[in-house]
């Protein structure tokens, strides 16, 4: 059965530093999307992209961070100079329409 | 503003015994719900859906749920449980109008008693 992968699986880094979280969608999926999950809280809509751009972002997405899919198969996600509280387990999911979104097993990121 | 509520945090029941989470939503647009499941350190995996149609929706692994618009709820059930069901379980609401991004509530554990 096809399933979103990403990589990698935990991802370390000092304040400060860039990070580039990947995803492989689900290869006929169109819709495109992140989600993070702070330790303790809900999960989280970041950002999600169609088309080549993106579609909608929400607040937390502001311009440290930014997404790309730059060879048709993976989906980044970058976070330029990451802070304490970007701390988090990063979520992909694809869709094929938009709806049903199959989310991959997440990126747990640690910014000490 | 759209809202999802999953009023208990945790859930404890017996092996075998039925299972009700509860998941309420405030939304300005009609809906689609989902549920997903989480094990510690795992992704999530969607249990079940509701688009439209039949209100009563199956899912895997036994579960079903019910969307009650009148109640602007969509409760999670199984009638018996097993101790693999053991799990964090997300609610989520999406819709069209808002550009389909998924708002989650937070989650209920459930631990089962063997």
């Known amino acids: 059965e096809p399933e979103v992968t990403q990589t990698p699986s935990h991802q370390v880094t000092q304040m400060g530093q860039e990070v580039i979280l990947r995803c492989v969608p689900i290869?006929?999926?169109?819709?495109f999307y992140w989600y993070r999950q702070i330790l303790g809280q809900k999960v989280e809509f970041l950002v999600s992209f169609y088309n080549n751009e993106i579609s909608e972002k929400s607040e937390i997405f502001d311009d440290q961070f930014s997404v790309e899919r730059p060879d048709g198969s993976n989906f980044t996600l970058k976070i330029r100079s990451t802070k304490l509280e970007d701390s988090a387990m990063y979520f992909c999911a694809s869709s094929a329409r938009g709806r049903e979104q199959f989310f991959g097993p997440g990126t747990r990121l640690t910014v000490l | 503003a759209q809202s999802v509520t999953q009023p208990d945090i945790h859930i404890t029941v017996s092996e075998g015994a039925s299972l009700e989470l509860r998941c309420n939503y405030s939304?300005?647009?009609?809906?689609?719900l989902f549920w997903y499941v989480q094990s510690p350190g795992q992704g999530l995996q969607l249990l079940l859906k509701?688009?439209?149609?039949?209100?009563l929706v199956q899912g895997i692994k036994g579960f079903e749920a019910e969307f009650k618009r009148s109640q602007s709820s969509f409760n999670l059930r199984k009638p018996s449980v097993h101790w693999s069901d053991a799990a964090e379980y997300f609610c989520a609401v999406g819709a069209i109008e808002y550009g389909n991004k998924l708002v989650f509530g937070a989650g209920t554990i459930l631990r089962v008693k063997s």
């Open positions: 939304y300005g647009a009609t809906p689609y």
């Open positions: 290869s006929n999926h169109l819709y």
């Open positions: 509701y688009f439209s149609g039949d209100t």
